[in-house]
Every structure is written in C-alpha cells, then in structure tokens.
C-alpha cells in the first residue's frame, strides 16, 4: 500500500511494505550485528549531553557529514546496504550516496524536532528513510501553520520518502515512549553533494 499525504509545501510519500518481512528481519539483525554504532554528544542551549540513540553513516564519498554540532565520519558502506541504494536510486531517480543510520534502542530513545536541511543536501532534499524493527509514532509538523500536524506510524520494512519543500516547511520527529518497546532501526539514505 502506499500512501500520499496532501500536505501544504510538502511531498510525502509512505510504502507501507517497501521490504517484506523476511528481508526487513534479515537486514535488521545484520545491522544490530555488524554495525559499528557510536553515540554522539551533541551540545542544545549550551548544555551538552549524548544523543538519545546510537548513529552510524556509510557514504561513498570520504567527506564528513556536520549537523547539529556534530562531525560524523562516513565508513565505507557494506554490500547488502550499497544494494539498497542502488535500488532506491533506480525506483525513485535519485543519486542517493550517503546513509545515515538510526538504532533506538528502546523508548527512552527518540529523535527530537528537527528538519534535514543541512546546505550539503542542497535545495530540495529527497531523503528515503526505511524502518526496521519495532514500530514507532513519527510525527511532523509545519513551522507556522499550526493547524498543519500529522502523527503516523513507521512500520516495519516501511519506506517514508520526504521531498519538494518539505524540509524547508515542516520538522519532524522521533518521540519517547513509556511503553516498553524494542530495538528500531532507521536508514535514512541523503545525497550529500
Ligand atoms: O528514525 C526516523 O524515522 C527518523 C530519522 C530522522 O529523522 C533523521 O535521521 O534525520
Ligand atoms: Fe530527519
């Protein structure tokens, strides 16, 4: 199934089984394996503290990529992500060469209200950002229409693509959950220019 939001200054799309089950299982427990996870600190009203989830980025190129304070350092992407991407960049016409990856490990890990509009992404970003694993509420909402708010949830093997204005009108995020919840993984694949 997929799913087109009608939103102002947005283009949003959500594949609800762009992988099927067994290939999100398969790449989720890959990942949680041989990934090499960091966690950042990041520094918000001059307090500094770690960033709620454990990170990783694969690029093509070497460049390192910067946002909110912090300077990751692209390791060279595995095969059976590289593939991934290859597909994306074929169904959806983009030139997809980074990817950022997210581990929630539970629900006290979250991700904070937040826009990718980094000037490495360039005007418009397309991003691509794939679910694995535990299903969590993403919500997003306009900077000044107040009115214009969506929740939803992320599925497992989920696709959400996120282009046009999108990243220049609305923030989005990840929220804490008191239920207890088990490990997510997000990909979110970008083109770092
Ligand atoms: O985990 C998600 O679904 C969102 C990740 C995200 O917004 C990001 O990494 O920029
Ligand atoms: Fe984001």
Known sequence: MMRKFDLPNSKLIYYERFLDAPRANSLFGKLLAEIKWQQDKITLFGKTHLQPRLTALFSVKEKTYTYSGITMHPQAFPDYLYSILLELNKKFDTNFNTCLVNLYRDGADSNGWHADNEKELGKNPVI????????????????????????FWLESGSLLLMAGETQHYWKHQIPKTKKPVKPRINLTFREIK
Do not use: M, P
Not at 130 to 144: C, D
């Open 128 to 151: 691509a950002s794939i679910s694995l694993g535990e299903i969590r509420k993403f919500k997003i909402k306009h900077n000044t229409l107040k009115k214009e708010k969506l929740d």
